[in-house]
């Protein structure tokens, strides 16, 4: 008894050229359990049937990985050197007693500051921002720029945040907090300590956390793109959270991504190998909607 009622009508549903195909092929009949095990190769080996799906599968997996390393050897390069340039000029120096506890490879992800080394930290993080488009290696330029009376100068977001009561012991009771923004120039940054109010030893431990915000634009000068050097807006967050024991952990985090009018200067392959993505995909969905009826 020859069982897989379905496989019979599809081959009786054939027609000439098909079933010429199977018994070129193979006369023998076959189970469903036995249809269902072949692979697509030998589905078309044996009944003539194109694998749609497995050929748009294939295709969908070349184009992806295509797209991503056309992209990766184009904008990734100057993006990681980049990064790891804030990451290394703004790093505390050695002589400052910094410990680094964690690394990733050979870039350290968080150091951790005594309250000595905060202040001298944040002074020199200001002195960079304030002269990277001078000191910097490549084309920077300012994007936030405050201007009173004839004067226009660059300035940073300097967030601070304390505990409303303030502590002198760590305690968990103490969670309420407030937030002061300010808008920090090379004129106005004389003074810092006084501004966060750190004259005062106790003042010290109401900080919960310290935050420097800046943004710079930069051109890949080692790669065109469409005859055009390509743009990116950096956004960089200097973060200094309090610890316990009179530490201060302290991160880099920098970000970068293409200007809002560079965004369509990519190469023009990519965009094919997109617009060949998206219609695959919605090809192989089509297919298997189709196979559930």
Known sequence: VVRGDGIHRRVEGMDADDRGVRRCCSNEQMTAREFFELSAWKKFRRFGRIPWKLILALIIIVCSTTVVLISASIYNPYRRDVEEGFQRNLSPPSIYGVYTPETIGYLERHHLLTSSAFLKTLEKNLDYY????DSSIGKLRYTKLQTIGNITEPYLILSVERYTEGMRVFSGRDRQTFKTEY????????????????????SFYTLKRVQVTFEVQGYDISTFVGKVRQCYDWKVHLIYGTLCR????YSVEAYGRACGNDEESRPKVIDVLL???????????????????
């Open 130 to 133: 304030f002269s990277v488009v």
């Open 183 to 202: 808008r920090v120039t090379q004129s106005s940054r004389h003074g810092l300590g006084s501004l966060l109010a750190l004259n005062r030893t106790d």
């Open 246 to 249: 009179n530490q201060i952990k």
């Open 275 to 293: 617009i060949t993505l998206i219609c695959a995909c919605v090809l192989s969905q089509i297919l298997h909607l189709r196979s559930l009826w």
